[in-house]
């Protein structure tokens, strides 16, 4: 692994701050230097790149990421796809995520027991290529709720989206084998969703015991909870039990509230808001236009998570970018799009907005003092990117404009061909 020097580049470190002219030396896998004027580095030895110009920034964290989702317009065509093809759809995503400036991403739940463990194992192996990444688990879900999608006569588990339990031991069983299987997290869908209209976003599906079962055995195995929770009642419970990691939380009252403020520094919410937006406003191709949207109540969930989201984010709940991309509706790898959302309608400042994907994303990686800024001693996960992210989002989910990524001190996408003239190798 070659040192490399990036040279002539306006540096955003990720916390927030603005940008400001610089040079970062990469040796091995860490960010070694950083110096706030090009002649502060010596380049001997190292691969200098002369950024231009561009903006050197930290690698972006999706905290909310379904590798195993195939840009389907419903669930059961995500459970339907056959194993062996689901596997390597899952291995091209997740290149695919990599190459588009995501080195992190959590999983946040996967379709069949096993794919996000076994495309983890496979990344961290160096097999294929991929983002840093948290394995889920399926969605353990009750009969009845969001993820279960047995038919009354084909009662088969392996036609569920969700693994379905009933009861605390039933509960326990499934986390134990998931566990087994070596996730990093589980995943329980403790309110429904306006996507299957049997079980809205506003209905609350597990019991305090079945939810007690889980905690009890993440924590026995030192591992995650985490919870599809979109009424206010789940986010509650989910906070009652401890569950560190929140998707959604569309809905809240000054209780929940509180309740998040209180345990911000455990607690993350990542609330996929760009599928709520999606489905109101470009879901026709796939016959659900905008007034079936509303009738589903995708309206009054959309306005409720904006509310409950400023003012998350005003008690200084820490928000996380991403999330539910690749469904038909939200395809995968236009998950930045969330950043500006943030901006347009939440109130984030471009500053804020970026440090949910960086600083807050090597937190959520578990890795909160070596990831997810750039900053001496750090782990070199890098994007150079033609243009300024801060007055202008848009550019990081412009392939184009991707000038270079660099995960763990490697090169995933290589800087251009055109701009190579201007690099020079030091002596
Ligand atoms: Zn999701």
Redesign the pocket.
């Known amino acids: 692994m070659a040192d490399v020097l990036f040279t002539n580049v306006r540096i955003l470190d990720g916390t927030g701050a603005s940008p400001y002219p610089g040079s970062v030396l990469v040796q091995g896998n860490r960010i070694r230097q950083v110096g706030r004027s090009t002649a502060a580095i010596s380049p001997t030895g190292a691969t200098v790149i002369d950024g231009a110009g561009a903006t050197l920034m930290p690698g972006l964290c999706e905290a909310?990421t379904?590798f195993s989702w195939n840009d389907a317009a419903t669930l059961s065509a995500i459970q339907t796809m056959p194993l062996e093809e689901h596997v390597l759809w899952c291995a091209k995503v997740a290149k695919r995520y990599l190459e588009a400036g995501f080195t992190s991403c959590v999983g946040?739940?996967c379709a069949k027991p096993r794919l996000d463990v076994v495309i983890r194992n496979a990344i961290d192996a160096g097999q294929i290529p991929g983002p840093r990444y948290l394995a889920a688990s399926q969605e353990i879900t009750v009969l009845g709720a969001l993820g279960d999608e047995t038919l009354p006569h084909l009662p088969f588990p392996e036609f569920s989206f969700g693994v379905n339990v009933s009861g605390a031991e039933e509960m326990r069983k499934a986390v134990r084998l998931f566990l087994k299987y070596g996730v990093d997290s589980i995943k329980l869908n403790l309110s429904g969703d306006n996507f299957t209209p049997q079980s809205p976003a506003e209905t609350n599906w597990m019991t305090d015991a079945e939810v007690a079962a889980a905690m009890d055995e993440v924590r026995m195995r030192g591992k995650r909870g985490t919870a599809?929770a979109r009424s206010a009642a789940s986010v509650k419970q989910a906070l009652r039990h401890g569950i560190d990691v929140i998707?959604h939380a569309s809905f809240t009252d000054e209780e929940t509230l509180d309740m998040l403020e209180a345990a911000r520094d455990r607690v993350f919410v990542a609330p996929?808001i760009a599928i709520l937006y999606a489905m109101l406003h470009e879901a026709e191709p796939w016959c659900i236009t905008h007034d079936k949207a509303v009738q589903m109540g995708y309206q009054i969930e959309w306005d409720a998570a904006i509310e409950s989201l400023k003012a998350m984010h005003k008690r200084g709940v820490r928000i996380l970018f991403g999330?539910?991309y690749g469904f038909a509706f939200t395809p995968h790898c236009q998950n930045a799009r969330d950043l500006e959302f943030f901006v347009k309608y939440l109130g984030f400042t471009p500053g804020e907005a970026i440090r949910c994907a960086t600083l807050y994303g090597g937190q959520i990686m578990m890795k909160p003092g070596e990831l997810g800024q750039i900053k001496e001693g750090f782990l070199a996960d890098l994007l150079l990117v033609d243009g300024d992210p801060m007055a202008n989002l848009g550019v990081l989910r412009d392939p184009k404009r991707l000038l270079a990524v660099m995960k763990d001190g490697v090169f995933a996408k290589q800087p251009g061909i055109a701009a190579e003239r201007a690099w020079g190798r030091a002596a």
Do not use: L, N
């Open positions: 909310h379904h946040a739940a599809h998707y996929g999330g539910d």
